[in-house]
């Protein structure tokens, strides 16, 4: 399936979303709806097991399409279900990967927040520079940021405004991994994302770490139900 503002690929088990519009990848409406429509019909082969959201050298994304956003009320923004679209991206359940290159700020930064880990090069850079123009972080990026980083770190980058180094993402927690700028290659990127040939492990690693209850190890692993869960895992994974 083709889509105008982003392209779609398949690397083995890896689906990619790569943004591509003209307008420096910035989120209009039409590029939201690209991104959400593609990563989920990316997850209907069944052979992808894992996602990746990618921009380019200077841009993940800058964040949204300002020319949209200063001609909307509150009545208009409820009339489009702006940024609605987004919540859809939660009911993915294989994970996905943000690989930012370059500026993810505003709506970028939440974009990658919303992915379930971010690769970034070491020349990436993150802002939440809503504060600047009057305006609050719009698609959950004061939320994600106080649930990751804590609340002083997401108030210092929601009210700052500030634009912080992939080396500061990775040292507040929001970053996993960072790979040096010399070094950054996508297709190089792409070989350390999640290569297992079983979804079930991917998405049963996903349930165990999202799971809102703790989950209480038992204090041994004679366990006969941890035992019976370590062999089907293994057996899911083609080990045994």
Known sequence: MQFKNVETLKEKNLGICEIKNKKKNSLDFDTINDIVNSLKFLETDNEINCLAIIGNEKFFSPGADINQLKDLNKKKAEEKKLFNSFDKLDSIKIPVCAIVEGYALGGGMELALMCDFIIASSSAKFSQPEINLGLIPGIGGTQRLKKYIGKYNANFLCM??????????KDFGFVS?????????????????????SGKVLRGT??????????KMPATIDDPAILDEIKETLKTASIL
């Open 206 to 215: 996903m349930r165990k770490i999202a799971d809102k209850e703790e989950y």
């Open 160 to 169: 700052s405004g500030e634009m912080i180094s992939a080396q500061e993402g």
């Open 177 to 197: 991994k960072i790979i040096e700028k010399s070094n950054f290659k996508t297709a190089l990127v792409i070989k350390r994302l999640p290569k297992t040939r």
